[in-house]
């Protein structure tokens, strides 16, 4: 009895089969969906909130000025290195004549000493006081007058002396008449003493005989000094 009995076996439908093939299951569907959300969200936010895509022309133009920054940087680069140079070189040129200033101040000193021991041989001035008129020359040369006046200090008398020289001359004319003729004044910057020498113009046919030498405060036009000298040929 038992062995007369075949055991069964499930065989499918042709049409069953058929129709199952040709659906995809459900839970493929939903994913595929899901990455084609996903990519259309993700180029919305790019293009809508990230950085724009640049074009051919503005990549091109981006990379122009990218050269031209480089460009500029590497010109300025060399105008440093210019600049540091000329530093280095006035550098270099200013300890040379501090140098030279200083050989030239040790040198000097000793004619320092020479003037400051001449100043003191110089005759003062007979009128006395700390600056006077020590000499003076006055010479007539063509119509016009040469002088040298050297003036000197007292030693001790502090800051330098401003003032000014003022000087008339007194002479004729051809026609006998006298006159006397205001030089322009010659500023004086005076220490321990001042060589002041030049050439005035005189009036045409005016012959100088007698100069009257005086020395002005600049500012008060106190009198400080007084000579009177005859005038040479």
């Known amino acids: 009895m038992f062995g007369s009995q075949k055991r069964q076996v499930f065989k499918p439908s042709v049409y069953e089969t058929s129709k199952r093939r040709g659906r995809l299951p459900r839970w493929l569907v939903l994913l595929l969906l899901g990455v084609v959300l996903g ?17 051919v022309l503005e990549s091109q133009q981006l990379t122009n000025e990218v050269n031209s920054g480089n460009i500029e940087r ?32 040790k040198s000097v000193a000793p004619l320092k000493e020479e003037l400051a021991l001449f100043a003191d041989a110089m005759p003062e001035d007979p009128r006395g006081g700390p600056l006077g008129v020590s000499a003076a020359t ?14 000197l200090r007292n030693a001790g008398q502090g800051a330098p002396f401003k003032g000014q020289l003022a000087m008339a001359i007194e002479g004729r004319y051809p026609n006998g008449r006298n006159a006397t003729v205001e030089l322009d004044p010659v500023a004086v910057n005076l220490d321990r003493y001042e060589h002041l020498a030049g050439v005035a113009p005189l009036p045409e046919g005016f012959s100088a005989r007698r100069a009257t030498v005086r020395v002005l405060d600049a500012q008060t036009q106190r009198q400080h000094a007084m000579r009177i000298l005859i005038v040479r040929d």
Not at 39 to 55: D, E, M, N, V
Not at 89 to 99: F, G, H, Q, R
Not at 138 to 151: I, K, P, S, T
């Open 39 to 55: 990519a259309g969200g993700l180029l919305f936010l790019q293009t809508s909130y990230g950085p724009q895509r640049l074009t």
């Open 74 to 105: 590497q010109r300025l680069q060399v105008q440093l290195e210019e600049s540091q140079r000329t530093v280095e070189t006035l550098k270099t040129e200013n300890e040379k004549l501090a140098v030279t200033a200083a050989q030239a101040e």
């Open 138 to 151: 006055f010479r007539r040369d063509a119509g016009q007058l040469r002088y040298h006046v050297l003036l």
